[in-house]
């Protein structure tokens, strides 16, 4: 019995410990509760930007494409923890006119932070 609750106990104090490291190795913070300071999503890394949050219809109105192509649509890429979290939009370019011109999945993402309200976060680096 007592193993057991040694076991119990050092599960509970294990586990947000690693959750907290994942975290912050993941998303840069180790706030769970905040926005992250960095996605990485399709092997790049996205930082967040500083301007002003904003609406579903306003990233929309955006329209991001390629000369030529029409504009892509806006689609939920990833989830911020993985599989239960919130939401990251993005435009992506599609995987075709990415490989044979060398370019990123998207320039920019947004993460949901509210209703209706989303924070973007801007690529960095090179290719």
Known sequence: ?????????????ITPLAVGLFHRQAYGTWAWWRAPRNI????????????PTVTRAMI?????SLPGDAPYP?????RIPPAVGRPVLAQPIPAARRR??????????YLETGDD??????LVGGP
């Open 60 to 64: 929309e109105s955006q329209s991001v």
């Open 40 to 51: 990485s999503w399709c092997g790049r890394t996205y930082h967040r930007g500083i301007g």
């Open 100 to 109: 044979d011109l060398g370019l990123p999945c998207a320039m920019v993402v």
């Open 117 to 122: 309200r989303y924070t973007g976060y801007e």
């Open 74 to 78: 806006l689609a939920t890429v990833t």
């Open 1 to 13: 019995m007592r193993r057991l609750v040694i076991g119990a106990l050092a599960v509970s104090l």
